[in-house]
């Protein structure tokens, strides 16, 4: 007998089909090639930390596995890490936040998957960023959630104001998910912004979701957490503030985050949590305990010093080769810059003749993608020397420097 062929458009989901691919993974496919060829590829694409984790942490992580620290945990996280957390809001922010407030969750993508899971209903209404991280619509959407973009410009660092949000305010708006410092940008909210931003959402209702996953990678001045301004999260703030081990304790493989919710959260995080992956890695929760001592902090520090210089020399160099850098990003590792012609075509014959793989703004913005790209500089300063030179010399080929 014989079958009817698959239709795939009608067996897949409309969210597995509506999902946008990341452009970038193309041009990362076609920079390996070149590598292999034996071209000197540079990547200023990556988005996360070129130091790898702290050998104290990986240290922690071979006991853990030597000692069998493999079984499940409790879904909310092990309660001394949950204390730790809360440990260093106090120590670093001043901000009292209850160890059970804390949920531990795999990476910062699962926390904002429970954040969304857990406030939002079909159909609700969610205002992101345009330039923002890409997946954030995903959460949304995968919760039954419409996303909204409000954009943001180099004239506002890229960060949304309270009126912004106001103006796209709507009947079936819930809340808004942020992010401070902000991918691509590198850009972070000022205190006041944040406290307007807030009481523009209380106004109306609604919930804050702040993603802090860029919070201790910041230069010039120190880092600055929303619970800062707003307290603990609470039934009058409706604030979940998001973090993660990623970015600056250098776990991304790790997959280890976290988030804070108010009381009234706590109950529905856990069901999702015992529901959706039962908990977070277990070795990675021991060893993440250790992140909090000296010597791990102590190497933490250096490399946010050095991702300092990084940025520094960058800031500098690439406008004298050429590029317009319209915001002075003072967080995270990257920069979103202008591209002298459409930036798919920019980054391709940067890639193609000059070996330098840099990301299209695309992946990050519907509006600007197309005249801005994102540079990380999560590689060393000898490596951002030599991409430097090329860029400097593609712009002179196209006669912008
Ligand atoms: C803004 C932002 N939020 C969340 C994530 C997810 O991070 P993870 O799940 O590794 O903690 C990323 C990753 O790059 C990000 O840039």
Request: overall charge negative; some cysteine.
């Amino acid at each position: 007998m014989q079958s009817t062929p698959i239709q795939p458009a009608l067996i897949q989901s409309t969210l597995s089909q509506q999902i946008a691919p990341f452009h970038v993974m193309e041009l990362v496919k076609q920079a390996d090639a070149l590598a292999q060829q034996g071209h000197p590829v540079v990547h200023l694409s990556i988005g996360e930390p070129d130091f790898g984790t702290p050998p104290p942490v990986l240290e922690a992580y071979c006991t853990a596995l030597a000692e069998h620290k493999t079984r499940y945990t409790a879904a909310l996280g092990l309660m001394p890490l949950r204390e730790a957390i809360a440990g260093f809001y106090q120590s670093q922010f001043g901000v009292l936040v209850r160890p059970e407030q804390i949920v531990v969750t795999s990476g910062a993508s699962a926390a904002l998957q429970f954040a969304c899971l857990a406030l939002l209903n079909p159909g609700d209404e969610v205002l992101l960023t345009d330039p923002g991280y890409p997946c954030n619509k995903t959460f949304v959407q995968a919760a039954g959630g419409q996303p909204r973009f409000v954009q943001t410009n180099a004239a506002n660092n890229f960060q949304p104001t309270a009126e912004d949000l106001s103006a796209a305010w709507r009947p079936n708006t819930r809340g808004a998910l942020l992010a401070s410092p902000n991918n691509p940008t590198g850009t972070r909210l000022s205190a006041s912004q944040c406290q307007a931003i807030c009481t523009a959402i209380a106004q109306r209702g609604g919930f804050l979701i702040m993603d802090e996953i860029y919070q201790s990678l910041c230069y010039g001045s120190p880092a600055r957490s929303i619970l800062q301004t707003m307290g603990p999260p609470d039934e009058h703030n409706q604030l979940v503030v998001i973090n993660s081990f990623s970015k600056y304790f250098g776990m991304t493989g790790l997959r280890l985050g976290w988030m804070v919710v108010p009381d009234y959260l706590v109950e529905g995080v856990e069901k999702l949590a015992q529901n959706l992956s039962i908990c977070p890695p277990a070795p990675a929760q021991w060893a993440a305990l250790a992140c909090f001592d000296q010597a791990a902090l102590d190497i933490c520090e250096a490399r946010r010093a050095e991702f300092g210089q990084r940025r520094d020399f960058l800031l500098k160099a690439l406008p004298e080769a050429g590029l317009v850098v319209d915001t002075t990003p003072d967080s995270a590792f990257y920069l979103y810059v202008k591209t002298p012609i459409d930036s798919d075509n920019y980054c391709n014959r940067l890639l193609n003749q000059h070996w330098v793989c840099a990301v299209p703004g695309k992946d990050f913005s519907i509006n600007l993608g197309h005249e801005r790209m994102r540079l990380s500089y999560a590689n060393s300063l000898n490596n951002l020397h030599q991409a430097v030179e090329r860029i400097r010399a593609f712009n002179t080929s196209l006669g912008v420097a």
